[in-house]
């Protein structure tokens, strides 16, 4: 009896146990997915000194913390070196390691002079090990030199929008020279991983290697393998993690880049300044906290899809201008444009677009289609999302002596056919005496 007893008990421990665990693992992705109304973020409760939330697909940055403040970024530089080796080599393409190369300090692959590897293979290196050795390596066999590289580095930034961005090294190691010093903004960094998942050609491509878990490789020669491990937390930290680059120099402190995708709406977080050692973690802390603020306030919208006022956009006349007779009103239509920036973006759920028109209502003749007549602006509070042009659909000539006396022989010439019609021989013996003199004053 007393056996059966100890087995019962045995058997409720274990099941407890597995209970406790799986409802400590549920209430954990719970945790992550939490869609409750979470409060914008006080400055002071985020530990990076440089933070912003973006909406990839606007780039409209919805949330920041000193976000155009430069400061040093340390590996999240790699993002670009990524993007720029992507799309200007071809991923089989050989690289032979320079002196240069093989000397980065650590984080490194450990390469040696001479040695050639697989571009493919050393991206893989780049962004899931961050390694400074493979950075100098794709660098050199991109643009020759690590200077020519940094040229190409700063004018995609210029092309992709950064605003305070310069970068000298192509691994983000700290420097400075007589230009300024190695640094970006927590909006230009968001901007930047933008482009690498959103706007290049190349982005599919640069999503397979940041996403990837672990990565196994060696040189072309064959006689030495490597393993590289995705050191990337974020990707298991919450659902729809896309992709992400950490970053750590004494001057820099923990950085981090990193984007995800929740529905249909995508956001980047960057942090730059996010606490020294011993405060690793505080970066996917914030992470989190600002990405889960995304989730629960912000709604996707369509800006083409909001419906405008038609009382608004009503066509407009033209003083003097020619029509179908003397003395009647003439009217054009008007051409509105479609949005062309910013048509989908993220607000909040409480928020509503407005929609202000500026359009002349009266025109003088003579007017051409396509002139501008005014614009449709899409606000938020205060802030301008988006215009649309609106302009002449129709042209509309300026009357003048030669269109009156036209306008008077057709005007006369429908009254006769009306008055033959009818047979009314008085009237029509006046109308041809109206057209006679008409055609005199014309001759």
Request: contains cysteine; proline residues 2%.
């Amino acid at each position: 009896m007393w056996k059966k007893l100890l087995a019962w008990i045995l058997v409720t421990v274990i099941l407890t146990g597995y209970g406790i665990q799986i409802v400590e693992a549920f209430d954990q992705k719970e945790n992550v997915r939490m869609e409750e109304v979470i409060e914008k973020p006080d400055q002071n409760s985020l530990y990076a000194k440089a933070a912003v939330l973006m909406d990839a697909d606007s780039g409209r940055i919805l949330y920041e913390k000193n976000g155009h403040q430069a400061m040093a970024n340390a590996s999240t530089t790699k993002i670009l070196t990524c993007i720029i080796a992507l799309e200007n080599c071809d991923l089989d393409s050989e690289v032979t390691v320079s002196t240069l190369a093989a000397s980065q300090p650590k984080v490194h692959l450990g390469m040696r002079e001479g040695q050639k590897f697989y571009l493919k293979d050393l991206l893989y290196g780049l962004m899931l090990e961050s390694y400074n050795d493979c950075a100098v390596a794709i660098a050199e066999h991109i643009a020759g030199t690590t200077g020519d590289f940094a040229k190409l580095m700063n004018d995609k930034a210029e092309e992709i929008g950064c605003e305070d961005s310069y970068f000298i090294t192509p691994n983000g190691l700290d420097a400075k020279n007589e230009n300024g010093f190695h640094h970006t903004t927590a909006a230009d960094l968001s901007l930047i991983m933008r482009y690498c998942i959103k706007t290049s050609e190349m982005a599919e491509q640069f999503l397979t290697i940041t996403r990837e878990g672990q990565y196994q490789f060696s040189d072309i020669d064959g006689k030495n393998s490597y393993t590289c491990c995705n050191h990337n937390a974020f990707l298991q930290l919450m659902d729809g993690a896309l992709s992400g680059k950490t970053g750590f120099t004494g001057n820099a402190g923990y950085c981090y880049v990193g984007a995800l995708k929740r529905d249909d709406r995508t956001f980047i977080v960057a942090l730059l300044a996010c606490g020294w050692p011993n405060n690793k973690t505080y970066k996917w802390a914030d992470t989190k906290k600002l990405m889960q603020y995304g989730i629960s306030r912000f709604r996707k919208i369509s800006l083409d899809e909001i419906e405008l006022d038609a009382g608004e956009y009503v066509p407009v006349q033209v003083v003097d201008g020619q029509g179908t007779k003397i003395g009647e009103e003439v009217t054009t239509e008007l051409e509105v444009a479609p949005v062309k920036e910013n048509v989908e973006l993220l607000i909040e759920k409480d928020q509503e677009v407005h929609i202000e028109y500026q359009l002349s209502r009266k025109l003088y003749a003579p007017v051409t289609e396509g002139d501008f007549i005014g614009e449709i602006t899409y606000l938020l509070g205060d802030e301008v999302l988006a215009k649309r042009v609106v302009t002449v659909k129709n042209t509309v000539k300026r009357i003048d002596f030669c269109w009156c006396v036209k306008s008077r022989i057709i005007s006369n010439v429908k009254a006769l056919n009306s008055l033959y019609a009818k047979k009314n021989c008085q009237k029509i013996n006046n109308s041809l005496e109206n057209l006679s003199l008409t055609i005199y004053n014309l001759s």
